[in-house]
């Protein structure tokens, strides 16, 4: 892990003068917020002010219309407009004049982008950000968008020109512009109402319907689903591991596998994973998962850490347990702060050389054949063989519109050990010496150019999936510094982003916790990072606090009435729909997660209620996986879960006992996603758990031995205490 050093007197000097020249310089009222995005925009000539009511009271006195910014702080196009359009005069003053100003940052407050995102995709057939709309002074929307360029081009009119119509519109129509407003949110909230009064029959087919609607879209030349740009949807790989392990043997259950072990190879060569230091850029823009969009955001690499830890527990192969380690340590190293939470985001853009302000995408990632060669020395040949490296640049044509990567090189493994260690008369074992020599010294190389932007808001939601991916690699791979950083991020989401007395999370921290109450996502994602880590850890105070959270869920977000998990409370009143989110997308959704948290904590505490609020929540977003099952792949993990039989594993003995460890190992080793296993090693965890479970009582080491059992609904195969016996029993 990254040292954390203080900082020297030259640098406390430096610093000191970057805030003082930072208070002469003109300022918006974004300048007291803590949101890197907000603070980006800080000082901008567009008066900018943050979502809440000292805005919307503005609005309604001056009579004018709403300009709604949302984005984030590595957002690369949120900089591009930024720079055309918010960074300048003439723009802003049209701006200032003609509308109030409000900029959001999605990442905090995705209840905000919800409700504008799903109004921006109903009427214009797409969304993404930077997203920009345009709200009566009552929030209600009329226009929306994303992306608009400073002058007519690429087919959209240009930004001020857009304004300019919109404000002569109000001036002129502002009656029925409001009514428009109205009839558009009332739209949206009946769409929003009618979702869970539907129902469909789920069951085996479903799943087997969804494994070939999926199936259907699988590119195989290049793996992964879909073309261009290709997303990694780590849901997607999720569901499918779950269709191989529901059928082994069976022909869907191999393709399904064949699919994925494809595609994460294939991701794994790819200019989209960072080779030098470790983790996945955000997706590809092309097929061949070449030219990343650079930026690399913490919800993806947590879950495709346990994607690759899946393929390696499924595989036994070292590709699968090297790349699952340089997603963490990477994570370790630059993104985890000194108190153990995670950061959110790297950006995709950085400053080309030091002392210079010219920026460009990939700038940090990128390398001329030349600083290779430089770098590397007689190395350099085989180097450059391995990873595709070309004298004029190997971007292809057509993925490099703005010419940021002319004479520059994305590493792609083009040749795979074996055919490079072949060509250079090498074994594959002195071959990948070498070549992680090189990347060695390429890394130390690298480390000396200006960092990209760091996002080092510490987002609830999404330090539970990375919590959820040290602990299963802690499990898989048996590396004790996963498993410290896995509980270590988990006690600082306890001590500084949870309301002990409430039971309550906050969304996120930065220089302290916001002032944002957690969302369903929040709670959900945590709850899987808990109960992944009590299985990693046995340590029963993280399975309490999975529970308290659930109770929490459960109160704040549970739609008693049709299912499913509300993404806020619904007692803000600037957000004008209640909604659930049901799209697992780059993101799982809150209540695909949730369901399987229930399914996992009913067994846990023999919980009827719990697993009929899971069975609930499903059933609401049954039409969705009946008809387009691809939209909510994590659901289906669930579904898949609640159609199997449960199964335990408990494992009897001491907690530090080597030959109990080896027992554990063993289970660890098999890839089985429905089971849950409990360690019954006598101490006040296993009281704990007995208080619902009675059967661990008569759970006990044989001949002084830790033992193992093997049970479905507790309904238990005959004990063993032989690793190799227990190896039988979970593959037979």
């Known amino acids: ?81 930024a720079h055309e359009s918010f960074e300048d005069d003439a723009t802003a003053e049209i701006m200032n004049r003609e509308f109030v100003n409000i900029k959001v940052d999605r990442e905090e407050r995705p209840d905000v982008d919800r409700v504008y995102m799903t109004f921006v995709q109903a009427t214009t057939g797409h969304g993404g950000w930077p997203m920009s709309v345009w709200l009566t002074p009552d929030l209600k929307p009329f226009v929306g968008g994303t992306y608009f360029p400073p002058e007519d081009r690429y087919g959209q009119p240009g930004f001020k020109r857009v304004l300019q119509r919109i404000a002569d519109a109000w001036k002129t129509d502002r009656e029925n512009i409001a009514a428009q407003g109205t009839r558009i949110v009332e739209a949206l909230s009946e769409s929003a109402a009618g979702h869970g009064s539907e129902r469909s029959d789920l069951g085996i087919p479903t799943l087997e319907n969804a ?53 994460l190879r294939k991701m794994a060569a790819g200019g989209m994973h960072d080779h030098i230091g470790g983790g996945f850029a955000r997706y590809s823009v092309d097929r061949f998962w070449h030219v990343p969009h650079f930026e690399k955001m913490l919800y993806d690499n947590a879950q495709l850490a346990v994607a690759y830890a899946d393929a390696f527990q499924i595989t036994r192969d070292p590709l699968f347990e090297e790349v699952t ?194 969302f369903a996502d929040d709670y959900a994602f945590l709850i899987g990072g808990l109960l992944d880590l009590y299985e990693a850890s046995f340590d029963v105070e993280w399975l309490k606090f999975a529970i308290d959270l659930q109770a929490t869920q459960d109160r704040l977000f549970f739609d008693a009435a049709d299912g499913g998990y509300f993404s806020g409370t619904g007692t803000d009143p600037s957000i004008l729909l209640r909604m659930k989110e049901d799209n697992d997308g780059a993101e799982p ?31 609401a977003f049954s039409v969705m996986l009946a008809q387009v099952p691809s939209a909510m792949p994590q659901m289906l993990v669930a579904l898949d879960s609640l159609l199997s039989k449960p199964q335990q594993i408990v494992i009897a003995g001491e907690r530090e006992s080597s030959a109990t460890r080896a027992l554990i190992r063993e289970v660890h080793r098999q890839y089985a996603p429905n089971k849950i296993v409990v360690l019954a090693d006598g101490d006040e965890g296993q009281r704990y758990l007995e208080d619902k479970l009675p059967e661990l009582h ?35």
Not at 337 to 349: Q, R, T
Not at 597 to 618: C, F, P, V, W, Y
């Open 589 to 619: 959704a809150a209540s695909s997660i949730a369901a399987l948290n229930l399914l996992r904590l009913s067994q846990l505490r023999r919980d009827d209620t719990m697993r009929g609020r899971a069975e609930k929540t499903i059933a």
């Open 325 to 518: 380690r340089g997603i963490l340590d990477y994570v370790l190293r630059d993104m985890t702060s000194p108190e153990g939470g995670f950061y959110s985001a790297e950006d995709a853009d950085s400053i080309i050389a030091h002392g210079k302000p010219e920026h460009a995408e990939g700038a940090f990632y990128v390398w001329t054949k030349e600083e290779i060669e430089g770098a590397l020395g007689g190395a350099a040949e085989i180097f450059t063989y391995h990873y595709g490296v070309e004298p004029t640049g190997n971007a292809p044509q057509g993925s490099d519109p703005h010419g940021e990567f002319t004479g520059k090189n994305i590493l792609i493994q083009r040749h795979t050990v074996a055919e490079t260690a072949e060509r250079f008369g090498k074994t594959e074992a002195e071959l990948r010496e070498l070549l992680a020599h090189a990347r060695r010294r390429l890394f130390d190389e690298r480390e000396k150019r200006p960092r990209p932007h760091l996002d080092d808001k510490i987002i609830t939601a999404w330090n539970g999936l990375m919590i959820s991916a040290f602990a299963r690699a802690a499990q898989v791979l048996g590396e004790p510094k996963y498993l410290a950083a896995a509980e270590q991020a988990a006690g600082f989401l306890r001590s500084n982003l949870y309301d002990a007395s409430r039971k309550t999370l906050v969304r996120n921290f930065r220089e302290g916790p916001s002032a944002v109450e957690g």
């Open 698 to 732: 008569g759970m006990r080491q044989l001949d002084e031995k830790p033992t193992a059992y093997v049970c479905e609904n507790f309904a238990c195969q005959a004990p063993v205490n032989d690793p190799a016996a227990l190896r039988d029993l979970l593959t037979s």
């Open 211 to 263: 494994y070939r609607q999926i199936a259907r879209s699988y590119d195989a030349h290049e793996g992964g689903f879909g073309s261009a740009p290709k997303f990694p949807r780590p849901v997607l790989l999720n569901f499918l591991f779950r269709i191989y392990a529901r059928d082994r043997a069976g022909t869907s259950g191999r393709h399904a596998l064949e699919m994925n072990l494809f595609t």
């Open 1 to 81: 892990m990254q040292q954390h050093r203080a900082p020297s007197a030259f640098e406390r000097w430096t610093l000191n003068v970057e805030r003082w020249t930072f208070l002469l310089m003109p300022s918006n009222r974004l300048a007291n917020e803590k949101s890197p995005y907000l603070l980006q925009h800080a000082d901008n000539p567009v008066d900018w002010l943050p979502w809440g009511d000292v805005a919307f009271e503005k609005a309604r006195r001056e009579e004018k219309p709403i300009f709604l910014s949302i984005g984030y702080s590595t957002c690369h196009w949120c900089h591009v407009m």
